[in-house]
């Protein structure tokens, strides 16, 4: 029953947001994210982080002030999105502000990653909140890189989530797993929406979705021995290796590193479909999000079987990092 609700509070608010934003021409991609033109024919909403941040409000369980958080969070993106928030460095300062008040209310922090040198390092308090700091700042501002074609953002957290309760439901975690099937759920109905390209998330929208599933993944890394902390690598390794490859390849480019561009992997990859099939915008746009997911949750899957092998799991990982970089190295020679 509670799936149910959450499925038809979700298409409500997204036709009565869509509505109200077109009419009024506010939050519209074009109008403040231009460099999502390459794949989008009209004025897209960027309605879907309003909708996860309404529904979470509404049937997430979990403590006021990290309720508040997330809020925050979200209002920093929300403001970026509105092009009032234009200085990057502004940006991170909050984003490190916020995620640090964060890990240390809620003490949720990394306490190994069977690196013996590296968890001495994780035994002091200032370096172990200085880490999960910096790998939750990648992990959103990864995601956010990701939201620029259709059902990518919110397919590759809906696939994370999937393993995510496969994980529970096979070692019975002792975590609220309730809230893994709300999260299941809109992005689930977000996912079908976002097909057809009727919202983007933007970084509001980005930075909340990932911050969150990232937070529950920090957790659920500490409740059972078994899970090998590269297990959470693997779920996590798209977003935060394209923050990474992204600044690295703009500082080589000598390009403003903050700045958006048209040079994402996924991007690439859309021009690439483009070439080569005859539909619409949406529609290849939708396919290169949906190809691009399918290739990460078979990945995730061989993660999940192999949940506890650390050399299996750091091969994966590995495996996808020169995958990733060949193939974007042969995009960019096709594109030229």
Not at 70 to 90: E, M, R
Request: hydrophobic share 55%; net charge positive.
């Amino acid at each position: 029953m509670l799936e149910i609700d959450i499925i038809l509070i979700s298409i409500f608010l997204s036709f009565i947001m869509n509505y109200t934003f077109l009419r009024y021409n506010f939050f519209l991609d074009k109008k403040y994210f231009p460099h999502k033109s390459l794949v989008s024919e009209k004025s897209v909403p960027v309605s879907g982080g309003f909708i996860f941040l309404l529904i979470t409000a509404f049937f997430f369980q979990f403590e006021s002030s990290f309720n508040y958080l997330i809020l925050l969070i979200f209002f920093v993106g929300a403001l970026s999105d509105l092009n009032y928030l234009k200085s990057p460095l502004k940006r991170f300062i909050l984003q490190i502000s916020i995620i640090f008040v964060l890990i240390l209310l809620s003490k949720n922090y990394i306490t190994s990653i069977r690196i013996p040198f590296f968890d001495s390092l994780l035994t002091f308090s200032f370096f172990k909140y200085f880490f999960v700091t910096f790998c939750l700042l990648v992990l959103i501002n990864g995601s956010n890189f990701i939201d620029g074609v259709n059902t990518l953002l919110i397919g590759y957290f809906l696939s994370v989530t999937y393993i995510i309760l496969l994980l529970i439901s096979k070692y019975d975690l002792n975590i609220d797993i309730q809230n893994f099937y709300v999260l299941f759920t809109v992005l689930l109905t977000l996912l079908i929406i976002n097909f057809f390209e009727k919202f983007f998330c933007g970084d509001g929208g980005s930075y909340i979705i990932s911050l969150l599933i990232g937070f529950y993944l920090i957790q659920i890394s500490k409740l059972d021995p078994i899970i090998s902390p590269y297990f959470i690598a693997c779920l996590l390794w798209y977003p935060a290796y394209e923050c990474l490859f992204s600044m690295v390849r703009k500082k080589i480019q000598k390009s403003e590193v903050s700045g958006p561009d048209q040079k994402h992997f996924h991007q690439l990859l859309f021009i690439f479909f483009s070439k080569h099939m005859k539909f619409k915008r949406w529609i290849i746009s939708s396919l290169t999000g949906l190809s691009i997911n399918l290739y990460n949750l078979l990945i995730f899957f061989i993660a999940y079987l192999n949940v506890s092998q650390t050399k299996i799991l750091i091969s994966l990982i590995f495996f996808n990092l020169v995958l990733y970089t060949l193939t974007y190295i042969s995009l960019r020679k096709i594109k030229i």
